[in-house]
């Protein structure tokens, strides 16, 4: 891919700041970033982690608990799956970003807090299909990452936006 990157013309500032950016990360190897539902005519040039709010609690004498133990899954959050299905191109897609995000949330608890069984981690893994140091990244890229890591920008250079002597270069001359 680089190479026809190239051949096209691609600047390689470009190129780098492609292969720094935590997009491909997000959307390919996680699978958690989703682009708007396609009906929208936009092409994805955008991609958004699904929101995991608060979920349903309820009040018994005086302390507030979840419904279903410490965490439930995310199906049952605040907005409903449906309705984010229908913005982000389907609830099997929604589904899965949130299980990942709700296997990321058990897994800080029982690193930090220690409340939380080991095997009910494992079985959030298993559903989440990921391991552990990839939780361990996404904590860090999601929360210690520095600015120039979250929001990588290519080089904004006249000379190294593209090449007009490239044959196949966008913009090219005849």
């Not at 936009?42 to 133990?69: H, I, K, Q």
Request: cysteine-free; glycine content about 8%; proline content about 8%.
């Amino acid at each position: 891919m680089i190479a026809a990157a190239r051949h096209s013309g691609v600047a390689p500032g470009v190129l780098e700041a492609a292969r720094r950016s935590p997009t491909f990360t997000f959307v390919k190897r996680w699978e958690m970033a989703l682009p708007l539902h396609p009906e929208w005519r936009t092409l994805p040039n955008v991609f958004y982690v699904p929101p995991l709010l608060p979920l349903f609690a309820t009040r018994e004498s005086g302390a507030a608990r979840t419904a279903e133990g410490l965490f439930t899954s995310g199906e049952r959050g605040r907005i409903p799956l449906s309705y984010l299905g229908r913005l982000f191109g389907g609830e099997a897609g929604v589904a899965a970003a949130l299980r990942k995000l709700v296997a990321l949330r058990l897994w800080r608890r029982a690193e930090t807090v220690g409340d939380v069984a080991s095997d009910e981690v494992a079985d959030a893994l298993g559903a989440a299909r990921l391991r552990r140091e990839d939780l361990a990244a996404l904590h860090r890229l999601t929360t210690f990452a520095t600015l120039e890591e979250r929001v990588v920008l290519p080089p904004a250079l006249r000379g190294e936006a593209f090449d007009p002597a490239t044959p196949n270069a966008v913009g090219a001359l005849p």
